[in-house]
C-alpha cells in the first residue's frame, strides 16, 4: 500500500467520523417530523441524483439534485434532512449493472453529502443569525447554501489532492468554476419554493422537476462540449477555429 493510498483512506475515515458527529449534533436540536413531506421530497432527490453530469477535467460528476436537498434543509428536521441527502448519494453513487462497486468511494460521498447536510441544518438554524437584526430569508439561505458548497467542494478537493497528487487549491478553483452557477440558481429555485410552498406545501416542489431535467439536459451538453475542446489536440483546435 503506498503512501497516497493510505492518506486517502485515512481522510476517508476522518470525513466518516465528521459526518457523524456533525449529523448527531445537529440531530440534537431536530424538530417536529414532517413524514409525508420528506417522502415527497427524499423521491424528487432520489430522481433527481441519477440525473448526473460529468464535470470535465475532474474524476467526477454532478447531479441536480441540490434544491430538493436545500428544501429538506430549511423546510424539514435536521433527522430528515441528512437522511434525504444520505440516501439520494447512495442512488447518486450506485453503479450500473457492468461497472464494479466501490465501497469506499460510496462511504466517502456519503459522508460527505452528510457532512454538509449537517453544516447547512445548523447554518439555517443557528439563534445567532435568526435573531440578527439584518438577517432575512434570502441572507440566511444564502450562508445556508454557501455552508452546504464548502462542505461538498472542500472534501472533494481534498480527495482529489490525496488520490491524484494535485494541487488541492488547483482542484478546489476548477470544482468552483463548473459549480458554483449551479449553487447560485439552486438557492434561488429553493428560495421561490419556500414562498410558494406555504401555500401549496409539497406539491409545489414536483414543479420544479422538470426544471431541474432542464438543466440537466443544458449542463450535459455544454459539458460534453468543454470535454470535447479538452481532449483535442492544440493543433486540431486551431485549424478548427480557422487559425
Same mark, same amino acid.
Given at each position: 500500500?503506498?503512501?497516497?493510498? /493510505?492518506l486517502?483512506?485515512?481522510? $476517508?475515515? %476522518?470525513?466518516?467520523?465528521?459526518a457523524?458527529?456533525?449529523? %448527531?449534533?445537529?440531530?440534537?436540536?431536530? +424538530?417536529?417530523?414532517?413524514?409525508?413531506?420528506?417522502?415527497? !421530497?427524499?423521491?424528487?432527490?432520489?430522481? #433527481?441524483?441519477?440525473?448526473?453530469?460529468?464535470?470535465?477535467?475532474?474524476?467526477?460528476?454532478?447531479?441536480?439534485?441540490?434544491?430538493?436537498?436545500?428544501m429538506?434543509? $430549511?423546510?424539514?428536521?435536521?433527522?430528515?434532512a441528512?437522511?434525504? *441527502?444520505?440516501?439520494?448519494t447512495v442512488?447518486?453513487?450506485?453503479?450500473?449493472?457492468?461497472?464494479?462497486?466501490?465501497?469506499?468511494?460510496m462511504?466517502?460521498?456519503v459522508?460527505m453529502?452528510?457532512?454538509?447536510?449537517?453544516?447547512?441544518?445548523? $447554518?439555517?438554524?443557528?439563534?445567532?443569525?435568526?435573531? *440578527?437584526?439584518?438577517?432575512s430569508?434570502?441572507?440566511?439561505?444564502?450562508?445556508?447554501?454557501?455552508?452546504?458548497?464548502?462542505?461538498?467542494?472542500?472534501?472533494?478537493?481534498?480527495?482529489?489532492?490525496?488520490?491524484?497528487? #494535485?494541487? =488541492?487549491? /488547483?482542484a478546489?478553483?476548477?470544482? !468552483?468554476?463548473?459549480?458554483?452557477? &449551479? &449553487?447560485v440558481?439552486s438557492?434561488g429555485v429553493?428560495?421561490?419554493?419556500?414562498?410558494?410552498? +406555504?401555500?401549496?406545501?409539497?406539491?409545489?416542489?414536483? !414543479?420544479?422537476?422538470? %426544471? =431541474?431535467y432542464g $438543466?440537466h439536459h443544458?449542463?450535459?451538453? &455544454?459539458?460534453?462540449?468543454v470535454?470535447?475542446?479538452?481532449?483535442?489536440?492544440?493543433?486540431?483546435?486551431?485549424?478548427? *477555429?480557422? !487559425?
Open positions: 500500500m503506498n503512501r497516497n493510498t /493510505r486517502t483512506q485515512t481522510f $476517508i475515515g %476522518v470525513m466518516v467520523l465528521a457523524t458527529a456533525s449529523s %448527531v449534533y445537529a440531530g440534537l436540536g431536530s +424538530h417536529t417530523l414532517h413524514s409525508f413531506y420528506a417522502l415527497a !421530497v427524499l423521491a424528487l432527490a432520489a430522481a #433527481t441524483s441519477r440525473m448526473k453530469v460529468k464535470l470535465p477535467g475532474i474524476e467526477g460528476n454532478m447531479s441536480v439534485n441540490l434544491p430538493f436537498l436545500l429538506a434543509v $430549511i423546510n424539514l428536521s435536521a433527522v430528515e441528512i437522511l434525504i *441527502a444520505g440516501l439520494s442512488v447518486q453513487c450506485w453503479p450500473q449493472p457492468e461497472k464494479k462497486f466501490r465501497p469506499e468511494q462511504l466517502f460521498n459522508s453529502m452528510t457532512f454538509a447536510a449537517s453544516m447547512a441544518n445548523l $447554518i439555517w438554524n443557528a439563534n445567532w443569525l435568526g435573531k *440578527a437584526s439584518w438577517s430569508l434570502p441572507l440566511t439561505l444564502s450562508a445556508a447554501t454557501a455552508a452546504f458548497f464548502l462542505g461538498q467542494t472542500v472534501p472533494v478537493a481534498a480527495i482529489i489532492k490525496l488520490s491524484q497528487n #494535485t494541487s =488541492m487549491r /488547483r478546489w478553483m476548477s470544482i !468552483v468554476q463548473l459549480s458554483f452557477p &449551479y &449553487y440558481v438557492a429553493t428560495s421561490m419554493l419556500t414562498l410558494v410552498g +406555504h401555500r401549496f406545501g409539497w406539491q409545489a416542489a414536483v !414543479v420544479v422537476f422538470p %426544471v =431541474m $438543466i443544458s449542463y450535459r451538453l &455544454y459539458f460534453g462540449r470535454s470535447e475542446a479538452l481532449s483535442t489536440p492544440p493543433l486540431a483546435r486551431a485549424a478548427s *477555429a480557422g !487559425v
